[in-house]
């Protein structure tokens, strides 16, 4: 992201912001550039994906600051933007139908943890069969009991043939 000051600033017109913070509207660049001259201070462009793009009057020296700011912020940013692209991420805790009580009482910490912590939760729980897909929806029966208080079900317990699943949102 590129931060313009001053006669860097190819815009015929820009949405310019006062030291304050107050709007002042759009105006010519040279209306701007002679603003911030007469008050001493660096007029800087932020974005350039908005036609006119916003301008701000900004203490002299700021100028530099705010584009080294931006700078950071952008290359931090990059990597988080493209993993996450809106979507929330959701952790996914898996099951057996037949799960030892000190597995399950991990995972349940687990689930419980996340889901306290503001993350939706999908429990997954995989049978070795047909025949154990009873016994895994009952294991999921059993979680949803033991996590309301902290999620609520954002879908139904899915079972298909081989196990079962249910999405949690926190509370």
């Given at each position: 992201?590129?931060?313009?000051?001053?006669?860097?600033?190819?815009?015929?017109?820009?949405?310019l912001t006062g030291l304050a913070g107050e709007k002042l509207g759009v105006?010519?660049?040279?209306?701007?550039?002679?603003?911030?001259?007469?008050?001493?201070?660096?007029?800087?462009?932020?974005?350039?994906?908005?036609?006119?793009?916003?301008?701000?009057?900004?203490?002299?020296?700021?100028?530099?600051?705010?584009?080294?700011?931006?700078?950071?912020?952008?290359?931090?940013?990059?990597?988080?933007?493209?993993?996450?692209?809106?979507?929330?991420?959701?952790?996914?805790?898996?099951?057996?139908?037949?799960?030892?009580?000190?597995?399950?009482?991990?995972?349940?910490?687990?689930?419980?943890?996340?889901?306290?912590?503001?993350?939706?939760?999908?429990?997954?729980?995989?049978?070795?069969?047909?025949?154990?897909?009873?016994?895994?929806?009952?294991?999921?029966?059993?979680?949803?009991?033991?996590?309301?208080?902290?999620?609520?079900?954002?879908?139904?317990?899915?079972?298909?043939?081989?196990?079962?699943?249910?999405?949690?949102?926190?509370?």
């Amino acid at each position: 992201m590129a931060v313009l000051i001053n006669e860097q600033i190819k815009a015929d017109e820009v949405v310019l912001t006062g030291l304050a913070g107050e709007k002042l509207g759009v105006v010519s660049k040279s209306e701007a550039l002679a603003m911030a001259r007469s008050k001493g201070v660096d007029l800087v462009c932020t974005s350039l994906m908005s036609s006119p793009p916003p301008c701000s009057l900004v203490a002299k020296g700021k100028g530099k600051a705010i584009a080294q700011k931006e700078a950071a912020a952008s290359k931090t940013n990059v990597g988080r933007t493209a993993k996450n692209s809106g979507k929330e991420k959701v952790k996914e805790l898996r099951f057996t139908a037949h799960i030892e009580e000190h597995d399950y009482d991990t995972k349940l910490r687990q689930a419980d943890k996340h889901l306290r912590s503001g993350k939706p939760v999908q429990l997954v729980v995989k049978a070795s069969g047909a025949k154990e897909a009873p016994v895994a929806k009952a294991v999921l029966e059993r979680l949803l009991v033991d996590l309301k208080e902290a999620g609520v079900k954002e879908t139904g317990i899915q079972t298909g043939g081989k196990g079962s699943q249910v999405k949690l949102n926190p509370r």
